[in-house]
């Protein structure tokens, strides 16, 4: 599991450092897909496979799926880390997540979640959070 929240910074190539505490998780390849909200995922292979196969149970028939597993996998690419632990971030995905430079890399339990962090700040407002919490009541989760 992930958990925690870093911030880092992109080198000039589009490389960021995967911080410590994830990079034995997320191992030498891991898969980096565009996210929700406006962020970036990053799976290990073996939670990326999971998501695979459930993305590929959708009913192909059902336009909805199609575009899920469209958004998913057409961003979805192989990232190698190298020998000082960074790994390159495609610049399409930089594209679609806005990034820059800064960069927040957070824990987000099976997966890392890779934010501009300007974005970032947006997305995590505690303002938002007691909206949400009560959108999620019917979901029988009990915190």
């Known amino acids: 599991m992930f958990y925690g929240s870093y911030k880092n910074t992109l080198d000039a190539k589009g490389r960021l450092i995967v911080p410590k505490?994830?990079?034995?998780?997320?191992?030498?390849?891991?898969?980096?897909?565009?996210?929700?909200?406006?962020?970036?995922?990053?799976?290990?292979m073996d939670e990326w496979t999971v998501f695979e196969e459930k993305l590929s149970?959708?009913?192909l028939t059902n336009k909805d799926a199609r575009k899920v597993v469209r958004f998913f996998a057409s961003?979805?690419?192989?990232?190698e880390g190298d020998k000082q632990g960074r790994g390159l971030i495609p610049e399409n995905l930089r594209e679609f997540a806005g990034m820059q430079k800064d960069v927040v890399v957070e824990g987000s339990m099976k997966r890392v979640e890779l934010w501009a962090r300007e974005k970032y700040?947006?997305?995590?407002?505690?303002?938002?959070?007691?909206?949400?919490m009560e959108a999620l009541d019917g979901l029988d989760i009990d915190l």
């Open 121 to 132: 700040v947006d997305a995590t407002s505690a303002d938002e959070i007691d909206e949400s």
């Open 21 to 44: 505490q994830f990079r034995e998780q997320l191992g030498s390849e891991f898969m980096i897909t565009r996210g929700l909200d406006g962020c970036l995922f990053a799976y290990p």
């Open 57 to 59: 149970k959708l009913p």
């Open 75 to 79: 961003g979805a690419t192989l990232c």
